[in-house]
């Protein structure tokens, strides 16, 4: 099985040829992060238009590098959601086509099943998993009881992980994203400054980030009306041990509450060093449970995690019709009923 992927959900226009599901035969990222830096986050409408500038460039680019003709693929897989409306569409009608003229079956797959499907490239996954899929948008728990079979059981209340990164970088003054950057201080400071870790003691698992994200908000703000200057080194040491002691309890408790073969971690905040360390030392103490980190070069947006998710669903007989559309706010839950019609 050969296929084709795309992924254009927010700022990453990313093309990928992969074969059965776990081997990258080609794969072209094309970031916009500098057209958006000067807003201090995504712009809809520009990216709408460097995913059109850029996607049928990618696409040659991706079968010239794999070394393949259209005549190769078995399938087409594309991300219908979520992210920008926009953005998705252009990836949508570029998946479409091809599969529309080279009689392609279409693919549709949910962006964070991508992410979590990117483990396969480390090794294959085994049932039942448990996903931390930590990201720009999401801070959830993803239980897999079999292949294809996708649970949220711990979600967060307001803001995802990543986006609270962000938000406290640009207090910080950094540029957007600021997840690496902080990630990169937080190791160089110590934690001095007192930040609140929500939802700590309620057993359940769901998340909370927008208490943190305020403090560190009114720190910088206070600090600024008595003209005081905050250690930013030591800010982001503080805000990151913080971050890292909300992840690594919820996901002990997790792992007690289903203690499954596997335990992935995936989206763009699992680059994160911290995190990573730390979730290595907690799989310690779970000697039964396999701890699979999704590639560093893979935890962010790219099209070859789509082209593994989309390897699996397409096994499952997933398709789409020509009637796929943008689903902007889709979750998994939506999984099921969303993707019942087929091709005509
Ligand atoms: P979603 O996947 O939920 O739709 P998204 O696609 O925008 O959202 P990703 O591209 O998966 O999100 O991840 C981007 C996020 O990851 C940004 O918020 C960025 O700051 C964060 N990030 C990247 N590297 C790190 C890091 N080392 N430490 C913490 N956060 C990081
Ligand atoms: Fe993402
Ligand atoms: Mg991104």
Redesign the pocket.
């Known amino acids: 099985r050969i296929i084709l992927a795309f992924e254009s959900?927010?700022?990453?226009t990313s093309v990928a040829i992969i074969k059965n599901g776990n081997e990258i035969l080609s794969l072209e990222i094309a970031t916009q992060i500098k057209s958006h830096q000067r807003f201090g986050g995504?712009v809809p409408e520009v990216a709408s238009r460097h995913h059109i500038e850029q996607i049928t460039l990618l696409v040659e680019a991706a079968l010239s590098d794999a070394q393949l003709t259209y005549d190769d693929l078995t399938a087409v897989a594309v991300t219908y959601g979520?992210?920008l409306v926009g953005a998705l569409l252009i990836g949508i009608t570029a998946a479409k086509t091809i599969a529309w003229a080279h009689n392609l079956p279409l693919v549709p797959v949910v962006?964070?099943a991508g992410?979590i499907s990117a483990a396969q490239f480390v090794e294959p996954i085994q049932y039942p998993a448990l996903a931390l899929?930590?990201?720009?948008?999401?801070t959830e728990f993803v239980l897999m009881n079999s292949e294809n079979d996708y649970v949220v059981v711990g979600d967060t209340r307001d803001d995802?992980?990543?986006?609270s990164?962000?938000k406290v970088?640009r207090t910080m003054g950094l540029s957007?994203?600021?997840?690496?950057t902080?990630?990169?201080m937080a190791h160089q400071g110590e934690s001095t400054y007192q930040l609140p870790r929500a939802l700590m003691n309620d057993g359940k698992l769901d998340f909370s980030f927008s208490g943190l994200k305020s403090a560190v908000i009114n720190l910088k703000h206070n600090a600024d009306q008595r003209s005081e200057t905050l250690d930013l080194t030591n800010l982001a040491t503080s805000f990151?041990s913080a971050v890292l002691e909300i992840l690594l309890t919820k996901t002990r408790l997790a792992l007690e509450k289903y203690p499954v073969k596997m335990f992935i971690v995936a989206?763009?905040?699992a680059?994160?060093?911290?995190?990573r360390d730390g979730l290595d030392q907690l799989s310690a103490e779970f000697e039964q449970i396999k701890l699979v980190k999704v590639p560093l070069e893979l935890?962010?947006?790219n099209a070859a995690m789509i082209g593994a998710a989309g390897d699996i669903a397409y096994r499952h007989g997933k398709r789409a019709g020509w009637d796929l559309n943008a689903k902007p706010g889709l979750d998994f839950d939506y999984l099921s009923p969303e993707i019942e019609f087929k091709v005509p």
């Open positions: 959900s927010a700022d990453e995504i979520p992210g962006h964070m992410h899929m930590v990201s720009g948008g999401h995802a992980v990543g986006e990164y962000d970088g957007y994203p600021a997840g690496k902080i990630d990169q990151q989206g763009g905040v680059a994160n060093q911290g995190l935890a962010g947006d």
